[in-house]
Structure formats: structure tokens, C-alpha cells
């Protein structure tokens, strides 16, 4: 395992930085998928920030058209009351891409700093946290959070970043360890030291940059994983069905609408589905572009 | 499967505490000897049929007092009669165990005889110690007329037996009730000879104990619901029934019934086989009933155009009865500024009923007419022409902006403001899995919104969740089942009962103030009601109890005017009873009135075994 | 040998600690969660037709049992009877509660581990395809297919499926997991055990795929790039020998991600069972907290727990025998 460019002390920021870029078009250059995934990425981004101020509130409706079957006005037809099911897509990824935003922040800050932490003071501390992140790392989350909502309803997004963010941050720490570590094999540490930098500098300048192509496929996967379970979770319905968000569309497609028993329901279902299944095929590509930028060995003749 | 273990439960609800009221057949006499037994009818034998019931619980013991119990009412479990819960007839059942039952005038004295064949699957006949030790075990239960509490109306006092098939139950005469009858004909009946030794030896005398009062009878109270615990939880191995069916396997989807040979009516009894499949969810029904393989199912709550779809496949049949419960949206009035009366009636004019219903539960219930508190289709029956001069609230967004000009609010915007200049907002409460709640709440918040109050739904996690928080007084606004037949008592104890500050102990009313001893609706103790002054509602509703048939008319004239004038409770939409059956390979074809057995959900056991269902050849 | 028996004392003393976390968290969430079973009881009355005031006696009368004393006391209880093996009794049906975790866990653990060995299967095989024809334009699909697959989640792959084959073309269950008909064990009762599980099985068999298919690629890659390979091509040896090699080394580590692999499927489960009215676990898991029946609900997410923490433990275990640096790094802390 070897990570991105080393970063020589002499090089300059600048030219680093600019090789990155050049090295990333490059590399979304060679696959067309990749531009496609960035697209799809681009898109999902905005539909978050800006979809829902495109809507007027409250979201336009026809109360005599329910259930309307797909149309070029209604690409997914219409809901139980008439509302658009696009609209609705639309204004749910809100909640959806926010909290696997915050998410993936919690997890990338916990993941990191531990794993830093850890492998940079190694001893006893390392011992303990590291039995934590084991703990962390195995322990059934799922179910966990199941339970967790007979007591906690997670109405903001906030709440269920931070829930998603505590339960998935494991993997990341035991991650940037185990690099951390193999960069002090390499005598990282001792060079920069014996150049009398301080800790801070260490740490933030010197340990970080090279680790950080792993930080950054690390929020993408964590990205995956927070839209995942919380989509799941409302899905189940265990969870209270509140507001505006893909999880809750698909339960009341199945369990309330009979998306299942009616193949007229099922553009309903479907909308939300096919929201999930881009937002993967995004971020799937977005990652296999990166895995190729920051590990050269990958890159084919 | 609380998903929809929750759906599930609100249809087993809606039509469960349910009963009858209005479409009544002739009422029979209760001392004829005849008492509506079916007919001698011939049916043709043999078969599978197939139905449904929830919460099927596999490793749950063939016990009927278990929570979980795997003995299905009507087909492995009996009552001595199933209670058809007539709104002035105490007394109208189908015979279930008893044959034949007799009311003294005074109401204080109830014989039952019990049918001559009627045997356990085990070949012992059924005889009135089996009925005398399910009375003690009822007692440990407090059920029925079984009850222990000092000055309780309507418990039992004495059980004699008369002969091997014969007994006499007798009320209290200090406080009895007409419910007497119904709580004693609604017994379980297990048999001596496997629960007998469930029960401490000494059962009697404690029982006996309990009856009185002071500290010794406390601690033999306590006694007595720790032997119910016993009960509970007891497994008798084999099932023993004296229904048509006995239970043959299940799994944690279906349950297996095979025909009792030893059943008293067993002529009567079509089908060989019984297979009761269990859902978790009102989806899971739909699937069942698309794919026709349901001979009958009780009410869940379907989508319109899946009915329509379920309609489309050949031999589906849809049965529409009278259903005695009714949506409503309830207030606490502890919130401003749902404490005034124009803002209720603000929202009672701006929400489009007839909308509402069309697009959450267009096939499980009719848009309310007006807010009575009672169901539309008995509402006549009750206040007669005063019906006539109760305000309709039709949907009038002119008459919604005068009340909320009349409360001091201004719109600005498009938007409401309250009289402080803060936005008026409307979050109404429902429960998750409840999907026609949900779908009538999103439209109605829906609706305020585009009328500019700015409104959302909340969701509870489940129905247990919801009471509470809603009793702690934790939602300005939520949904609410009242009107909820037959008894007149019951369709206004839901809003002028518990919830709204009064309570029964020990047979004495007491009113507490709004926000203690889960009074949440917070409404005033006493109401100006047009034409009658001031009246005391909780009071009225508790004479229901006890009142004759004019008084009980006048009270129920004054309380719903009461209600239509102070709108504790928007009358949202009253309940439809939909069933469905499947003519393929059983003809099912029940009375209406027995379409709604009180405290049964699953009733093809029911109907099978007074013969209304027969075998296509 | 005394390392491995070292590692397994240490992966189990690190699996109680974790039963202990769980545990707790449980005992947490019980203390201070809303739902009353007193209050629920009340609700079952009320649907069996007890009229309001009935009910209330009664239910107060049912559940004598709430626990009383302080907190702490409660929790030294609690943890006291676990250690017994003493899971307490489901509040509703009164059953032990162990005999439901055991009724659940059938229907549970042969799908799930049927369709992990399925999976594991098509992912070795494709998965060796995919690192030799690396270069391909096919090789490149199938590792995408891979990725893609690894990045669905199993409730969406189980809902699409069940759309398919249960709603827009009809013809597999999506309700049960037996038709009760059949006398348990005859030929007819086996086929109908079948055909149930199709759908929740294929769910399984898919979703995992994607984590086999990828892994074996690189473990295959990894061989790929040994001496032997190169020695061995060099000197002409036979492709079959070479395959067998290749084959044999590369699916070694396979064994571990099929033991995580288990126990992410485990988890999977609770979305599979609900999509499929599947009886097990999951769908006991989602009941009892719906019913608040909370002594199943501690008990399910318990045994789910260990489970997980089982298959860990195995994972763990095959990694160390089959790379023994791996116990060295282990023991450097």
C-alpha cells in the first residue's frame, strides 16, 4: 500500500496541486463512466441544495388526479393527494443527502482523529482505542438503531448524522492507523522531528496530506453507507414516518399504497428507488475514478 | 411488525370495539328458547377454507386467556354466546356453548342452559363446572361481569348451579347495570378437566375474601390477579376445544384447524379444514384477496382502486355494513389557540371532508355529515329531527376566515398570524403504520397549508407511544376514535370520559382539571348549550349508564348538540365495516348483523359454525 | 498453537466485553423508553371488545410484575438473570423467551447461510474470471458489477426483485414460509420450504455477491503477481497447475470475508424478512419493538449480537491461521 505522491519537504504546494488536477481530468478522461458518475454526483448536489427552493410550498397539486399514472407533466405519475412523486423526490433528497453529509463529516472528523491519534502516539492509548474501534467496527448497527427508536425519533437530519456518524466511524480509524503506522515504519516521524517540527505541524502538514486520498474515499463509501441505513430505516417503518424523505416514500409505497400488490402503484416506489440507485452508481464511479488518481499502480499501461 | 402489526391492529379496533346501532334485525325475545339459532339447514361438507387473523404467534400456547393465545374464537375457543351487541336489547346473541338463556324482568337473574351435546374434542362433555371454574378464572381476569372492584356495576354476586347443564348468575342489587347479561354470555369457556388444578385449592374461599372489603380483602384481590398471571401463562399441550375446529399445527404464518367431531353443531359445519393465515400488515391482506385465495376476510383497510382490483377477480365478493366507530380530530385545549372556539370551528370549516376521504380511505368510511359524536348512520335513531339544527360544517373557506378574524388573527402574505403577529401553526399528531390516518392528516395539513395555516403532520412510533404522550397532554392536536357503539355510554364516554377530566371510582364520577389524571382534551366542566342552559357533559354521559330509553335520547340530543356548538373533537369521517369473500370454493353468506361480533375479529369461526357457509360442490 | 489459543481467548474476551455493550445499551434504552406494556395490554383489551374501564382494571392487574427498586438494583438484575441464561418471558404470549429466539432463529440462519454459500460460490468463480481477463472490456464489467452490487443495498435489491417476481410477473411467494397444509418433512412440505425461500435467498445471494466477487479478484491478483506464477510461466508449466495454484491461495482469504459476510447478511435480514413476510429474527426483532414487547426485543438484538460477534470471531480466526504475519502485527500494540 502506498499512498498518493510523497510529499517531498522542497516540493511546492502549487505544482502538487496542479499535477493532482491534471491527473484527476486525466483520469475521467480515460473512462467515460467517470465523467458520468461525476455528473450524476453534480446533479444530486444541487438537487439537494437547490431542488427544493425550485418547489413552491406547499408543493403544487391536482386533488382530482391521484395515483395519475407516469405522463411527460408527471415523469412518476402523482401521489395519494395529487402531488407530483418527481416533486417529491426532488425535496426528499434534502433530508437524505444531508444527513449522509453530516454523516460522513462525523465519520471522517471521529475516523481520522482517532486513527491519528492512535497511531501516532502508539502504547497504551493506541491499546484502548483501538479495542473501542473494534467494538465500533463490529457491533450490529442496525439493529441497534432499531431499538435506539423506540426511544429517539431522529427527526433532523442533524440527529441522524450524528447516530450514523458514532455507529460507522470504525473503519476509517483502524484505516488511517494502519497507514499512519506504516508512514512512521518509514521513518516519517524521525525525519520530521530531527527537522525539530512541532507535533501540530507533524500531524497537520506532514501525516496528514498522504493519508488524505484514503480520508476522501473513506467519506465517499461513508456517504453510501449513511444514505443506506437511513433509507432503510424508514423504510421498515419503525422508525416514526416523518416529513419528506425517500425512506418514508418507500414504506408508505409499500406498506400504505400496495405498490406491491398493484403494478399501478409502482411508479411511486420506484421514483424514490431509481433516486438510490443513481446516488450509488455515482458514487461507485466517483470512487473508482479516485482509487485510480491516488493509487498510480492502478493505472494501466 | 409495528409496521404493521399497527395497520392491522386499527382495523381489529375500528371493528372490535364495534357493535351495533341502526340496520338491527327484529330484536329477539330473550326468554323465546329459540334465540336465533341458525336454522336446521343442510351444507355440504369438506374442504379447505381459508381466512385470516393478526399477530399469529407460533410458540404462543392453545390457551384463550393468553395474550398471544393460538385458541382462535369461534373455531377452537367458546363463548357461551356471541354477543351482537344491540343498542337496546341486552340481549341478542347467537348461541355459542349455551343453548338457551333466560332474563328475569327485574334484569337481576340470568339462567343458562347449556346446549345438551356440547362436548370437548376429548369426548367430555361440556358441563357447568367447566362454566363455574371459567367464571373464577374471569374473575382473576376482571373481565366481563367478572369484575372485583367494591361498588363496580354490573358484577356478578352469585353462581349456581342448578344442574349438570344448567346455571343461574345473579347481579348485584345495589348497582346493576344492563350490561350484566352481555358480560356474563361473553365468557370463554375452558374445561374443568385440564385448567382445574391452574388455580390454587383454596380459589373459592379467596374469591370469597376479595368480594368484601378493608385490608384482608385487598390482599385477597392481590391473590386473586396473581392466580390470573397463572393462568395467563399456562400451556395446556394438547388443545381441548369445544368449537367446531381443533388446532392441528402452525407455523408462524398459518395456522392449521381440523374439524372437532365432538362438536355439538358439527352437522352444521362445513368446511373440513380451517387455515387462518396471519398479516402483519393491511398489504398483506391485499395480496391474499388479489390472488383470491381468502374465502372470507373481516375489515382492513384497502386502498380504493386495490379494491377495485380485488373486485375484478372471479368469486371475490365486498360486503359493506355499518361500522360503529368514527375518525375524529381531537384538540387539547390547554394550547392556545386551540382554546378558542372559532379556531376549532376555523379548521372544522377549512378542512374539505369529502377530499380528505377521497384521497386516505375512500372504501373504509364516509366523510362526516356534521360533528355529533355520533356515526351518521344511527344519528337519527338517537336525537331524531334535532340532527336537523346541527351547523354541517361544509367546506366554506369564507366561513374559516371570518372564525379566525374572530379570533384576532390577520392574514398577512397569505399566511395566517396569530394576534401576536406569530405564524399560526397546525401540527397534527397521528401514528405510524395507521395508514388512513396518515394520508387523511398529510391531506388535511395539506389543505391548511394551501389555505395558508401553516401545518404538518407528526408521527408517534406506535399506537402505545401515542396514548400516552397524548393522555400526558404532549399534542395541541391528534386523531381520536369516538362514536364507538352500540352503547350510548360508550359513543360519548370517548369524549366526554377520561380524556376529557371525568372518571368512574368505584362506581362515583370525579372531574379533574385539564393536564392531571389524563384529562388532555382540557375542555370546559360545564357547557352553554342553546335551549338547555348549562349542562355538566361528563355527568350527562355517565347517566347513559343507567338511563330509559327517553332520557337516554334526550341526553344524547343535549351532548351532541354540545359538541356540534363547542367542537371538543372535528368529526372526521365515519367508518364503513368492508368485508370480502371468495364464492369459488364456499359459499359465505352471514347475516349483516353478525358481520360485527363484540370482542371477536376473526369471524368465519363464527359463521361456520351456525352454518352459513357451504361447500361449492 | 498457543498463539492461536491465544487469539481465540482474546477475540472472546473482546465478543463479552461487546455482549456486555450491548447489554447495557439495552438495559438503557428499557429504562427510559416511553411505551408502557400496561398501556398495551390496555389497547388488547380494548380491541377484544372490554369496554374502557374493563380494560384498565384488568390491565393493571396483568402486569404486577414491573420490576421496583432503584436503578442500579434493576440493572444488577438484569445482568444477573442474563448470566443465568435467563432471557425472561416474551409480555405477551409468556412463553420463554429463549423457545422464541429459537423458533425465530431457524428461519433465520439456514437462508441466510444458504444464501452466503451461494453467493460465496458465484463470487470465487466470477471473481477468478474477472483478475484474469483484468484488462478486458469484460473483466472490467464484471468488477464493476461487482462495485455496483457491493453499493446497493439488500432492501433494494429484495424490493426490486419482489416487483418483479411477485407483483409485475407473479409467480414466487412473497408471504410465509411454508404452506401448513403439507405435514412437516414429506417430500411436498420440503418443495413448498422451497419455494418460499427463493426470493429471500436470491436477495441474500445477490447483495453478497458483490463483496466476493471484488475480493477474490484482488486475492487472485495478489497471486497472480507471486514468484511461482512468474517462475512457473516461465518455465511453461501446465495452465492447470498453474489454475489449481492460483485457485488454491487466492480463495484462502475468502474465507473471512464470507464469515463478515455472514454477518452483514445477519443484519440483512431484518429488511429481507419484513419485504418478504419472511418469519425470523429480523421480522421478530421489528414486531417486538413495534408491540414493545421488550423482553423479546432485548433478547432478539442480543442473539442478533452474538452472532455477528460469532462470525467475527471466525473471520478473525481464519485470517490468523491463514497469514500467520498477521498475529505478529496483532501482538505488536
Known sequence: ?301 | MKVTRITATLAAFALAITACGGDDDEPTSPDDGDNGAAEEGEVNRGGVYTTIVTQLDATAPPNPFNPDTNSFLGYNAMRLAWVKNHPTDPSDFYPGLASEWEVSDDNLELTVTLHPEATWSDGTPVTSDDVVLSANIAYTRGSGAFILDPGAAGAASDVEVIDDKTLRFTQDPDNPTGEFVNGIMDMTIVPEHVYGDVLPADFEETLEAAQGEGEDAEEARDAVSEAGEEVASFDPGEDISAGPYVLERINPSEALLTRNEHFHNDHLVAPDQVIVRNYDGNEQVWDYLQAGELDSSHFVAVPEDVVQQIEAVPGNEISRTYSPVVAGLAFNQSYEPFDDVHVRRALAYAIDREQMVSVSTPDGGDAATTTSGIHQEVVDEWIGDAVGELDPYEHDLDAAEEELEAAGMTKEDGRWLLPDGEPFEVPIQVVSGFSDWIAAGENIATQLDEFGIESEILTSPDFTVYQEEMAAGDYPLGFWLIGLGPSPYNIFQRLYGQSNGWQVHAGQLSYSEPGEDGNWKGGPETIEVEGHGEINPGELTHELRTADEERTQEIMTILARATNETLPVIQLWDYINTQFSNTDRFITDPPDDARRVSGVTSLAGIWIQQGWVTAVE | MKGFARRLAGQLARGLVMVWVVLTFTFVIISIMPGDPVRAEYENLLQQGYSPEQAEAQAAMLHRFRPTGSVFEQYVDYVGSLLRFDLGQSLYSRVDVATVLADAAKWTVIPVLLGTVLSFGLGVVVGVYAAIKRSSKLGDMLTMSGSLLRGIPDFVVGLLLASIFATLWPILPRQGAVNILYEPWTVEYVLSLGYHAILPVATYTISAYGGFILAMKSSVVTVLGDDFILAAELRGMKRSIIFRYIARNAILPLFTVFALSVAAVFSGAIFIERIFNYPGLGMLLIDSIGRRDITVMAGALLLITVAVIIANIVADLFYSVIDPRIRRAGDRV
Open chain 1, 1 to 301: 500500500m502506498t499512498s498518493g505522491a510523497p510529499t517531498g519537504l522542497s516540493t511546492t504546494r502549487g505544482d502538487l496541486r496542479r499535477n493532482f488536477w491534471r491527473g484527476v481530468w486525466r483520469v475521467l478522461r480515460r473512462k467515460p463512466s467517470r465523467l458520468l458518475g461525476v455528473a450524476l454526483m453534480l446533479m444530486f448536489v444541487v438537487m439537494a441544495t437547490a431542488g427544493p427552493m425550485l418547489y413552491q410550498r406547499p408543493l403544487p397539486r391536482d386533488p382530482d388526479n391521484f395515483f395519475a399514472p407516469p405522463s411527460l407533466q408527471h415523469p412518476f405519475g402523482t401521489d395519494f393527494q395529487g402531488v407530483d412523486v418527481l416533486s417529491l423526490v426532488v425535496v426528499g433528497s434534502r433530508y437524505v443527502l444531508l444527513t449522509a453529509f453530516i454523516t460522513a463529516v462525523i465519520t471522517v472528523v471521529l475516523g481520522t482523529g482517532i486513527g491519528l491519534f492512535a497511531g501516532f502516539r502508539r502504547g497504551r492509548l493506541d491499546a484502548v482505542l483501538m479495542r473501542i474501534t473494534d467494538i465500533n467496527l463490529t457491533i450490529p448497527g442496525l439493529p441497534i438503531l432499531l431499538v435506539l427508536s423506540t426511544v429517539w425519533q431522529f427527526a433532523s437530519p442533524w440527529e441522524m448524522g450524528l447516530v450514523l456518524g458514532l455507529l460507522g466511524w470504525g473503519a476509517l480509524a483502524r484505516a488511517v492507523r494502519s497507514q499512519t503506522l506504516s508512514l512512521r515504519e518509514r521513518g516519517f516521524i524521525e525525519a520530521a522531528r530531527g527537522l525539530g517540527l512541532s507535533t501540530p505541524h507533524i500531524v497537520f502538514r506532514e501525516l496528514l496530506p498522504p493519508i488524505a486520498p484514503y480520508i476522501a474515499m473513506n467519506l465517499l463509501m461513508s456517504l453510501i453507507l449513511a444514505v443506506w441505513a437511513q433509507v432503510g430505516l424508514f423504510f421498515l417503518g419503525v422508525m416514526p414516518v416523518i416529513g419528506e424523505n425517500w425512506g418514508v416514500m418507500l414504506n408508505r409505497a409499500v406498506f400504505d399504497f400496495g405498490a406491491m400488490t398493484t403494478a399501478a402503484r409502482l411508479p411511486y416506489m420506484l421514483a424514490p428507488l431509481l433516486a438510490l440507485l443513481l446516488l450509488t452508481v455515482a458514487i461507485v464511479l466517483v470512487v473508482d475514478a479516485m482509487d485510480e488518481v491516488f493509487n498510480p499502480r492502478l493505472r494501466e499501461e
